[in-house]
């Protein structure tokens, strides 16, 4: 956690030139200082706010896209699905030539028996 506490150089020296450009007449160097830690803080606290609003839409987004990709694939194996069915279907004008040919040759056989 000590890691997340440390303020950025630059979170500080942007939170002094605030506490400075709003500085009252009259106010103390230690009142300025202490304006600027609030400052700091606030800056702090919006930027692990972004970082986290960040974090999620990157997560939602990733969640999206698998989403997406689930789709497609489920897509493209009922597409297959339904190849696989419109080959295997069995016409019946083979079926039909078959028993044609077969009923033919009882018949020449019964005919020169």
């Not at 303020?7 to 450009?21: F, L, V, Y």
């Not at 830690?37 to 990157?58: C, L, T, V």
Request: proline content about 4%; hydrophobic content about 35%; charged content about 30%.
């Amino acid at each position: 956690m000590a890691k997340y506490d440390k303020i950025s150089p630059e979170t500080q020296q942007e939170a002094m030139k605030i506490a400075r450009a709003n500085q009252k007449p009259g106010q103390t160097k230690e009142q300025t200082q202490l304006i600027a830690q609030g400052i700091q803080k606030g800056i702090d606290e919006y930027k692990k706010q972004m970082k986290a609003r960040a974090r999620e839409a990157s997560r939602q987004k990733k969640l999206q896209t698998k989403a997406k990709q689930n789709q497609q694939v489920q897509q493209d194996e009922q597409d297959e699905a339904l190849e696989v069915i419109e080959v295997t279907r069995h016409h019946p004008l083979p079926w039909a030539l078959l028993a044609a040919s077969w009923l033919g040759f009882v018949a020449v056989w019964l005919w020169l028996r």
